[in-house]
T-cell receptor, first 114, second 114 residues
């Protein structure tokens, strides 16, 4: 019952921008969109998050559509080290709790080639 | 800061054996989580804790027990290991409840049950 939909895989040439799409059509008004990545079975690593405005940090940019039903993670100059599984996540409330947790679907396998 | 650490990194068990996985964090986080990840899958939540002395079930708790006797440690126990518990186990922690919920992950424990 993932709340997000992502392509299974994508590839990108080194040095080019990688644009990873995500659909989250059932997102609630106060839920953030998070992006994490997982490199070669390491622990997931936080990339960026946003609510409704576009966000940018040293790793990536996040573009969220005005209706908040989809977003795109942009790696502006992909390197070989960016090859990883990228997870687009919205917070899911744990049953009977106000505690939210991040629901990890299968993500997008991004392969950056030389 | 070491962040989130997990011990051991690898373990092989025989069916029916027991073991405990240790997660430690030095960030003074209140909330801690145990996930498992099977090949080609996202992470699934086993148990979580909202503070010292408290634990709760996630989405796949059967066959596991947890304890949070100290704020910085979260232990995951397998009383009688089964081959279906072969997986990579990740621990995570986060500071605050709320809409912004960056989780910090450990490096994982790779467990094989024969």
């Amino acid at each position: 019952d993932a709340k997000t939909t992502q392509p299974t895989s994508m590839d990108c040439a080194e040095g080019r921008a990688a644009n990873l799409p995500c659909n989250h059509s059932t997102i609630s008004g106060n839920e953030y969109v998070y992006w994490y990545r997982q490199i070669h079975s390491q622990g997931p690593q936080y990339i960026i998050h946003g609510l409704k405005n576009n966000e940018t940090n040293e790793m990536a940019s996040l573009i969220i559509t005005e209706d908040r039903k989809s977003s795109t993670l942009i790696l502006p100059h992909a390197t070989l080290r960016d090859t990883a599984v990228y997870y687009c996540i919205v917070r899911v409330l744990l049953r009977g709790s106000t505690l939210g947790r991040l629901y990890f679907g299968r993500g997008t396998q991004l392969t950056v080639w030389p | 800061n070491a962040g989130v650490t997990q011990t051991p990194k690898f373990r092989v068990l025989k069916t029916g054996q027991s073991m405990t996985l240790l997660c430690a964090q030095d960030m003074n986080h209140e909330y801690m989580y145990w996930y498992r990840q099977d090949p080609g899958m996202g992470l699934r939540l086993i148990h979580y804790s909202v503070g010292e002395g408290t634990t709760a079930k996630g989405e796949v708790p059967d066959g596991y027990n947890v304890s949070r006797l100290k704020k910085q440690n979260f232990l995951l126990g397998l009383e009688s290991a089964a081959p279906s518990q072969t997986s990579v186990y990740f621990c995570a922690s986060t500071a605050e409840l709320g809409s912004y919920n960056e989780q910090f992950f450990g490096p994982g424990t790779r467990l094989t049950v024969l």
